[in-house]
């Protein structure tokens, strides 16, 4: 299910500088019982994404009414948000009077086994660095080329993720997903100034530990303070929490800390529908 | 005039990966008199950027008969080229099978004054930086949003081009154009080993300079070494050579070396033909 500018529609015209050049952002939606969960947030975030981009923000009231006609027929789904900045301009250039693209998609709810979210996954090191540029660090822009040559990396079905570091090897997120270490009863996230994706999970996650006095640290983060982390877990917005039992040759059990978020997550996420 | 997959069409589906998440690669082909010049070089190119983003190149002879088709009829015209990874796959993940989406696109010719290329253009510094990633440099891939952001800075018509420094420091390339400096009977072009898109006419002035004995050294460059140039200009496929004849508040003359790389650049354009 597709809505292509508020029409039912799934093609683009190849002039879209979202196909051209990647220009523009996307926002991944979690869906329950007819729900699109941390909507608010979400365009929020979105919001910050197109002032970076000067890409100028379509109304809201247009995205809420939209993300809710997709989303009320389904249980469980994900809804992806991409505006673009549209059509014109020469070459990069933008053109004078920019009309944005926006697209919403709906789509079934991946089939991942609970015990991901139980038991935690397997994860490896990634060889693709991710690139320094502050102006894009943070935001859910479209140009994924370096997720897409980490993915690239591993076929293994046995691994559900891979660990990227920046070109200054600080450890910084997974290829779709951010990072989390307790050690010694501290929690640790890399910051993300200079690359790397701010998720909705990670902003929720960060406030549990504030309203729970769990210390937090935003710093960067090396190798070694992964490897020797006492827990760690990896979230986003349709994953949830997913801990991390093994990470190359290191094995994690899955600590209460990670359980703690586990379920202040899911009661924020059962006071949304 | 479009070739999508070789029909007329110019409207993609929305899963394209190249919508999704700038995931393919372009070439940008000067055509004069019916004929696509340098084809081949761009051709190579794109199978290099192919073999870099793991993405099967489609048959070169399909790629040479549609480029004829679409160029033909026209005296002078720009000729774009796309390839991307096609739909599919889950998320970053790339499909099992991939099936690259091909679009040839061609465009009138940009009406620039003929005094660019014989008096030069006026230029500046970007702030916008180049972020270092060896693994996406030199190939022209679709993820664009930095030099978007570059060529946003200015409004000013009577700039024609922004350089772009990475984030070291060193001096690149313009926002859609490689960059020469000549010193003391010497050609200078940074190196793009880390970051910047190594161009067809730049590869074809390396050839020149080697070819009329011309020293040339493909090395880091920083703002001095710029701004102390006896002569400056700019290339690339559709501009051929600009001179630079101001940089910020530094003038610049156009010089014999300039002149002599400009006439060479045309009689391989003539002999292509």
Chains 1, 2 share one sequence.
């Not at 406030?207 to 090396?222: N, S």
């Not at 359980?259 to 899911?266: I, V």
Request: glycine letters at 8%; aromatic letters at 8%; one cysteine or more.
């Amino acid at each position: 299910m597709f809505l292509l500018n508020g029409e039912h529609r799934h093609c683009v015209d190849v002039s879209d500088r979202g196909f051209q050049y990647g220009d523009g952002l996307f926002e991944t939606v979690e869906v329950l019982q007819g729900k699109p969960l941390f909507f608010d947030r979400h365009l929020k975030r979105l919001a910050e994404g197109c002032r970076r981009l000067l890409i100028p923000m379509p109304d809201s009231a247009l995205f809420e009414a939209e993300a809710r006609q997709l989303s009320e027929s389904s249980d469980r789904a994900v809804l992806k948000l991409m505006v673009t900045r549209g059509s014109g301009g020469r070459g990069y250039r933008q053109p004078d009077q920019i009309i944005p693209t926006r697209l919403f998609s709906l789509h079934p709810y991946p089939d991942y086994p609970q015990h991901f979210q139980v038991d935690g996954i397997a994860a490896r090191f990634c060889d693709q660095r991710l690139s320094l540029n502050p102006s894009l660090a943070g935001i859910k822009h479209m140009n994924r080329l370096e997720q897409i040559l980490a993915r690239a990396e591993w076929q293994d079905d046995s691994i559900q993720e891979g660990l990227m570091l920046d070109t200054q090897d600080r450890v910084v997120e997974g290829t779709m997903s951010n990072l989390f270490i307790v050690k010694s009863g501290n929690l640790y996230t890399p910051s993300l100034g200079q690359c790397g994706v701010a998720g909705i999970v990670r902003e929720l996650i960060m406030e549990f530990a504030q309203r729970i006095k769990l210390p937090l640290f935003e710093q960067p983060v090396d190798q070694a303070a992964v490897l020797q982390a006492d827990e760690l877990f990896v979230s986003n917005s349709v994953i949830g929490i997913w801990p991390i039992k093994r990470l190359e040759a290191r094995v994690f059990k899955v600590g209460v800390i990670t359980r703690r978020l586990q379920d202040l997550l899911n009661t924020a996420r059962m006071a949304e529908v």
